[in-house]
């Protein structure tokens, strides 16, 4: 969904090296969601942001920062990246009224 | 906890046959189920979803699901399927009464034969 993007489209970098993902929206949403991606595993939520001061933990956010810069942005970190992190990840945006979620292109970033 | 199972990783079919990918889901309280396609090196495409009414809902690209409460599925479904429909495909559920996380499946891998 070309309303939904990410920067950068693809990365390597090494291990302890700080890393961020970039997702910018102009659907208008208020809630947005970071994902990562891993072979027969689906999709696992890092983090959610109901909205600019609401940020909450997902399944799997260890390792994992995020930043809700305005209501259109939202930037997830890893302080220092480890090989395991190796995975495609999305960013996702929804409106408050229904649950349907926009992905963006993703993200797929090699840890080496 | 809510949770979603694709019990097959891989779905072959011959063009023009009809297609079945299936999903069942466990929640407490009532399921909000969505379908999503991802084509190679794209994110996920929203394609269906079902929150409340007629159990079969009709979506994308002709595609279609059928909910079925007793038996906690909800397939997706195609009268007759097209080569360009091969993608990787992933349901995922809601529950009324969570924080509205999606919990998604681990995915089926479609592919169509010419």
């Known amino acids: 969904d070309a309303d939904v993007t990410q920067t950068p489209r693809n990365r390597i970098t090494k291990t302890g090296k700080r890393i961020m993902l970039e997702c910018s929206q102009t659907?208008?949403?208020?809630?947005m969601y970071w994902y990562r991606q891993d072979p027969g595993l689906g999709l696992r939520l890092i983090y959610y942001?109901?909205?600019?001061?609401?940020?909450n933990k997902g399944e799997i956010s260890d390792g994992y920062s995020v930043s809700r810069q305005a209501q259109a942005k939202f930037s997830l970190s890893l302080e220092s990246a480890i090989p395991n992190q190796t995975a495609l990840y999305f960013c996702?945006?929804?409106?408050?009224?229904?649950?349907?979620?926009?992905f963006g292109p993703g993200t797929r970033l090699t840890v080496l | 906890a809510q949770s979603v199972a694709q019990p097959e990783d891989q779905v072959n079919v011959a063009e023009g046959n009809p297609l079945t990918v299936k999903c069942t889901y466990s929640?407490?309280?009532?399921?909000?189920l969505f379908w999503y396609v991802q084509y190679p090196n794209r994110g996920l495409q929203f394609l269906l979803k079902?929150?409340?009414?007629?159990?079969l809902v009709k979506g994308s690209y002709g595609f279609e699901a059928e909910f079925n409460k007793s038996q906690t599925s909800f397939h997706l479904k195609k009268p007759s399927a097209l080569v360009s429909d091969s993608a990787l495909y992933f349901c995922?559920?809601?529950?009324?009464?969570?924080?509205?996380?999606?919990?998604f499946g681990s995915g089926t891998q479609l592919t169509v034969l010419p």
């Open positions: 929640v407490s309280g009532n399921p909000y």
């Open positions: 995922a559920v809601i529950s009324s009464g969570s924080a509205r996380q999606l919990t």
């Open positions: 942001s109901f909205d600019v001061k609401d940020i």
């Open positions: 079902y929150i409340t009414g007629d159990n």
């Open positions: 659907k208008g949403h208020d809630r």
């Open positions: 996702a945006t929804s409106d408050r009224h229904t649950d349907t979620q926009y």
